[in-house]
Nanobody, 115 residues
């Protein structure tokens, strides 16, 4: 069973940057498309960035040009570099597979952007 552990969140002012990390256990990590999701209070969880096994990336329109997803298969880790942060980026951020079935969700990491 793959376990996911997100880290790197925090409180940042609007316009600032953060880098999130997601460490995954398990030997199948490198063959899976992985994504970063976020869930704001009172809203559904949404996929904001994805990266496939070959490194191809895609982004939600709301973060395009500001967020960059990357992965290091040797470390079983996926990253999310977030820049030009906005208050509306405030959410708990999670990583998981893009495709079904999902892994069990980790605890997530809180990102709070103050105006």
């Amino acid at each position: 069973q793959v376990q996911l552990a997100e880290s790197g969140g925090g409180l940042v002012q609007a316009g600032g940057s953060l880098r999130l990390s997601c460490a995954a256990s398990g030997s199948t990590f490198s063959i899976n498309a992985m994504g970063w999701y976020r869930q704001a209070p009172g809203k559904q969880r949404e996929l904001v960035a994805g990266i496939d096994a070959g490194g191809q990336t895609n982004y939600a329109d709301s973060v395009k040009g500001r967020f960059t997803i990357s992965r290091d298969n040797a470390k079983n880790t996926v990253y999310l570099q977030m820049s030009s942060l906005k208050p509306e980026d405030t959410a708990v951020y999670y990583c998981n597979r893009v495709n079904w079935p999902r892994y069990s969700w980790g605890q997530g990491t809180q990102v709070t952007v103050s105006s």
